[in-house]
């Protein structure tokens, strides 16, 4: 029986990489039934919604989605689409692996960056609650609770202890923030109690983000709730090659959507010319959602395997083919 996953191609870019991701996992010999669900910039200002029932309604039948960049409409009121969708579906974990790719030149070519980040996806200052209290005086609330924040530790120390990860790191700002971050914390040392194999300690964010650039090969798991999760994700990313060659997740109880974390980049739309590596290891991480593992293992050393040869790069990365090339060369490799 073939999976039924929902594959959503987004604007800009998005169509280009979702489509070839698409062919590197059909090339995989995994049998997909993709069930196009389209949500774009053009769609949210004709239906006035972030968020198209139709887009839940596909979500709710597959349960699984791959999902390419979508631009937010600037201006219209509307909250951002990747918010939306995480707090509609309750996806509360956002996973996004930060690991080396062979071929890519950056400060850390010798070293090898190998860590996973565990984001809690829906509360924090992401909340969205923010009031003027009076005329150029306004308030953001920060949400943290107990059960988001048990949750998210929960599912980062599983993981790790899964796949036998050594170290679980929580980032935080207790030392300012007392009792939100202090909440937060509490949370991660109850949780870290139940795996007394897995070393546990604590960074606060500012020195956390200093290591990760003079060190960035000490890190194995990282815990953060949702703000510092975003930022300190992207910082990462930027250790490894930059948001086009990084995969994420975003994980609930009962669906799972994993997506490229790069902008829809409408200056390159059409060309030809993105990169897909984002979403195709967004792939990789679908396949081993769905149990696929051998599949997952092949896709992500064909990828592995271009990166090395360094002969069908795009250009982001140092090289000159086009997506389709790439593409190609991805799926000659994994046969």
Same mark, same amino acid.
Request: glycine share 8%; hydrophobic share 45%.
């Given at each position: 029986?073939?999976?039924?996953? =929902?594959? #959503?191609? *987004?604007?800009?870019?998005?169509?280009? @990489? %979702?489509?070839?991701? $698409?062919?590197?996992?059909? !090339?995989?010999?995994?049998?997909?039934?993709?069930?196009?669900?389209?949500?774009?910039?053009?769609?949210?200002?004709?239906?006035?919604?972030?968020?198209?029932?139709?887009?839940?309604?596909?979500?709710?039948?597959?349960?699984?989605?791959?999902?390419?960049?979508?631009? =937010?409409? #600037?201006? *219209?009121?509307?909250?951002?689409?990747? @918010? %939306?969708?995480?707090? $509609?579906?309750?996806?509360? !974990?956002?996973?996004?692996?930060?690991?080396?790719?062979?071929?890519?030149?950056?400060?850390?070519?010798?070293?090898?960056?190998?860590?996973?980040?565990?984001?809690?996806?829906?509360?924090?200052?992401?909340?969205?609650?923010?009031?003027?209290?009076?005329?150029?005086?306004?308030?953001?609330?920060?949400?943290?609770?107990?059960?988001?924040?048990?949750?998210?530790?929960?599912?980062?120390?599983?993981?790790?202890?899964?796949?036998?990860?050594?170290?679980?790191?929580?980032?935080?700002?207790?030392?300012?923030?007392?009792?939100?971050?202090?909440?937060?914390?509490?949370?991660?040392?109850?949780?870290?109690?139940?795996?007394?194999?897995?070393?546990?300690?604590?960074?606060?964010?500012?020195?956390?983000?200093?290591?990760?650039?003079?060190?960035?090969?000490?890190?194995?798991?990282?815990?953060?709730?949702?703000?510092?999760?975003?930022?300190?994700?992207?910082?990462?990313?930027?250790?490894?090659?930059?948001?086009?060659?990084?995969?994420?997740?975003?994980?609930?109880?009962?669906?799972?959507?994993?997506?490229?974390?790069?902008?829809?980049?409408?200056?390159?739309?059409?060309?030809?010319?993105?990169?897909?590596?984002?979403?195709?290891?967004?792939?990789?991480?679908?396949?081993?959602?769905?149990?696929?593992?051998?599949?997952?293992?092949?896709?992500?050393?064909?990828?592995?395997?271009?990166?090395?040869?360094?002969?069908?790069?795009?250009?982001?990365?140092?090289?000159?083919?086009?997506?389709e090339e790439f593409t190609d060369a991805v799926?000659?490799?994994?046969?």
């Amino acid at each position: 029986m073939p999976y039924p996953v =929902t594959l #959503i191609p *987004g604007d800009g870019i998005g169509p280009e @990489v %979702a489509s070839a991701a $698409r062919r590197a996992v059909d !090339a995989s010999g995994v049998s997909i039934e993709w069930e196009i669900s389209e949500l774009n910039a053009e769609l949210i200002l004709k239906t006035g919604q972030s968020l198209p029932q139709s887009v839940v309604d596909s979500l709710d039948r597959t349960r699984v989605g791959l999902k390419g960049p979508v631009a =937010t409409p #600037i201006g *219209g009121g509307f909250a951002s689409v990747n @918010v %939306a969708l995480r707090k $509609r579906l309750d996806l509360y !974990a956002n996973v996004r692996p930060v690991h080396s790719l062979p071929g890519i030149a950056s400060r850390f070519s010798d070293v090898t960056i190998d860590m996973v980040i565990f984001r809690e996806n829906t509360e924090d200052l992401y909340s969205g609650i923010e009031h003027e209290v009076i005329p150029d005086v306004v308030t953001g609330i920060k949400v943290i609770t107990r059960t988001a924040s048990i949750r998210i530790a929960e599912y980062a120390f599983k993981f790790a202890d899964q796949l036998g990860r050594k170290k679980v790191t929580a980032i935080h700002k207790a030392n300012i923030m007392k009792l939100a971050d202090g909440l937060f914390l509490r949370c991660c040392r109850e949780v870290a109690a139940r795996f007394p194999h897995i070393h546990y300690n604590e960074l606060i964010v500012d020195n956390a983000s200093m290591q990760l650039v003079m060190r960035p090969e000490t890190f194995d798991i990282l815990l953060l709730p949702n703000l510092y999760g975003d930022i300190v994700s992207d910082l990462a990313a930027g250790l490894v090659g930059g948001l086009g060659i990084v995969p994420g997740a975003n994980m609930g109880d009962t669906h799972a959507v994993f997506e490229a974390v790069h902008g829809s980049a409408p200056d390159i739309a059409g060309k030809g010319i993105a990169n897909p590596t984002a979403m195709m290891l967004s792939a990789v991480l679908m396949l081993t959602h769905l149990k696929e593992l051998e599949a997952a293992r092949r896709l992500q050393s064909a990828v592995e395997k271009v990166y090395a040869s360094k002969k069908h790069t795009t250009g982001d990365v140092g090289g000159h083919a086009s997506t389709e090339e790439f593409t190609d060369a991805v799926i000659a490799a994994m046969s």
